[in-house]
């Protein structure tokens, strides 16, 4: 449930006080599946280590870390490979709707 730790603080280290940043989920995804914990231990170290860094960062300068911070929804068209993403082969018209979102 819903943390309150009595701080001001950022929109994304308020997700990662409440264990629901992106971080968080990398890790409960490898703890929760067997077959993932010996294979991606690394991968779940460097999630461990990412939140801390972000938490350093937010205390430090009262602001997201820039990779949080910056990151906006590719629009539906684009090339998500670079992203990370899949990519775009065509679209339904509630997914092709949200193309201006980051506007």
């Given at each position: 449930?819903?943390?309150?730790?009595?701080?001001?603080?950022?929109?994304?280290?308020?997700?990662?006080?409440?264990?629901?940043?992106r971080?968080?989920?990398v890790?409960?995804?490898?703890?929760?599946?067997?077959?993932?914990?010996?294979?991606?231990?690394?991968?779940?170290?460097?999630?461990?280590?990412?939140?801390?860094?972000?938490?350093q960062?937010?205390?430090?300068?009262?602001?997201?870390?820039?990779?949080?911070?910056?990151?906006?929804?590719?629009?539906?068209?684009?090339?998500?490979?670079?992203?990370?993403?899949?990519?775009?082969?065509?679209?339904?018209?509630?997914?092709?709707?949200?193309?201006?979102?980051?506007?």
């Amino acid at each position: 449930g819903y943390k309150e730790e009595g701080t001001t603080t950022t929109p994304f280290d308020m997700a990662m006080l409440n264990d629901i940043d992106r971080y968080h989920l990398v890790i409960d995804v490898i703890d929760r599946v067997p077959s993932l914990r010996s294979t991606y231990a690394g991968l779940r170290q460097e999630m461990v280590d990412a939140r801390l860094t972000a938490r350093q960062y937010t205390r430090e300068h009262g602001e997201d870390i820039p990779e949080v911070r910056d990151w906006v929804w590719p629009d539906v068209g684009e090339k998500a490979t670079e992203e990370g993403g899949p990519q775009y082969n065509g679209a339904s018209a509630a997914v092709q709707d949200t193309g201006g979102d980051n506007e």
